[in-house]
């Protein structure tokens, strides 16, 4: 299930999720951080949910009352721009060639 609502929101390895499951006997929700989307299984879901299954609240997650909301942060792609000023990204001795302001000093 978890695996479907991923692909339906079309999310990508770096992408952040958020789970949250609410239902009107608990006395607050079960959320899951928001992390990577391919760290976020059902398994992982599971735990949660069974972490307050092992406290003394009755509650089923099958009933219809049950809302899950899923949070889907897309993080930006890129690298940057590298600075390319010059032809320094070809190195030292190549931007010593292309400008002519660069001054010297020699302390004799």
């Known amino acids: 299930m978890v695996e479907c609502v991923k692909k339906e929101c079309n999310t990508k390895a770096r992408d952040k999720v958020r789970v949250s499951i609410t239902h009107p006997n608990l006395n607050f929700g079960i959320h899951v951080p928001c992390d990577d989307a391919e760290a976020l299984t059902g398994e992982r879901l599971l735990n949660e949910v069974e972490k307050v299954a092992q406290s003394s609240i009755q509650f089923q997650i099958h009933d219809g ?44």
Do not use: C, F, W
Not at 75 to 83: C, I, L, V
């Open 65 to 108: 009352d049950t809302q899950l909301e899923i949070t889907h942060i897309s993080m930006p792609e890129g690298e940057g721009r590298t600075n390319r000023h010059y032809g320094s990204n070809e190195g030292v001795s190549n931007v010593t060639k292309l400008k002519h302001s660069i001054v010297q000093i020699q302390n004799a």
